[in-house]
């Protein structure tokens, strides 16, 4: 009699990882799942004093809405939007934003 070898799978069966990504496939959570890490690297993208003054970040459709507390410096991150659009972008690693709207 010979035993299963533990190492070899049968050709129905999936990994964690594989059933995990054919799960946010057919739910189409990819996009959510690229907004979530975006938000939650925003310090590490534009630095702590930026994330200080931050009191709101959200989607809304392709535009991203930061309020920002200080005026001056939202004029100044309103001046390099286009490098920021495109950091986050970057990150994200596909073309997820198209605006970034500082209020």
Known sequence: MKLPNPNQRKADVQSIG???QDLIRVYRLQGKLTQTRVLAEWPELMGRPVALKTTELYFQGR??????????????????????????NETAGDSIIDEVVFL
């Open 18 to 20: 594989e059933s995990l």
């Open 63 to 88: 535009k991203l809405f930061v309020r920002i507390t200080s005026a001056p410096l939202r004029h100044q991150l309103f001046m390099g939007r286009t490098e920021i659009l495109t950091r986050i």
